[in-house]
């Protein structure tokens, strides 16, 4: 069960990939906040959950600057990068995606203290 729950959810992520609509812009992001009964002003917010979205980068985060939990778990990103900024993130969960480079925009957030890279390549 549990493999079969985690290959679906995979395959949902990669066939949204190419729908323009699962790009991480500004106005899926507030469309998302919408869905999750979250704030839709983003510097309201201090978690934000983008799972299973099919995002591919991580881009158009600049406005939620009081995030302290990111949730990225299930999507094909391939490289932490363009979160250097979120300067309160605790938490950064980007488990089951296809990270192959960390990058430096870790370096930048002190307060992190939870990072989960499992099941990435």
């Not at 729908?19 to 510097?43: Q, W």
């Amino acid at each position: 069960p549990f493999l079969y729950k985690f290959c679906t959810t995979i395959m949902s992520a990669v066939s949204k990939q190419d729908d323009p609509n699962a790009l991480m812009t500004a106005k899926r992001l507030i469309k998302i906040c919408r869905k999750k009964g979250l704030y839709e002003t983003p510097e309201y917010n201090d978690s934000l959950y983008l799972n299973y979205e099919g995002f591919k980068e991580i881009n158009n985060l600049d406005a939620y600057i009081n995030i302290k939990s990111l949730f990225l778990e299930g999507n094909v990103i391939s490289k932490i990068e363009n979160i250097s900024h979120l300067k309160n993130l605790r938490g950064l969960y980007l488990q089951s995606n296809m990270i192959k480079e960390i990058g430096k925009g870790l370096n930048k957030l002190h307060e992190l203290t939870s990072l989960d890279l499992s099941n990435n390549q």
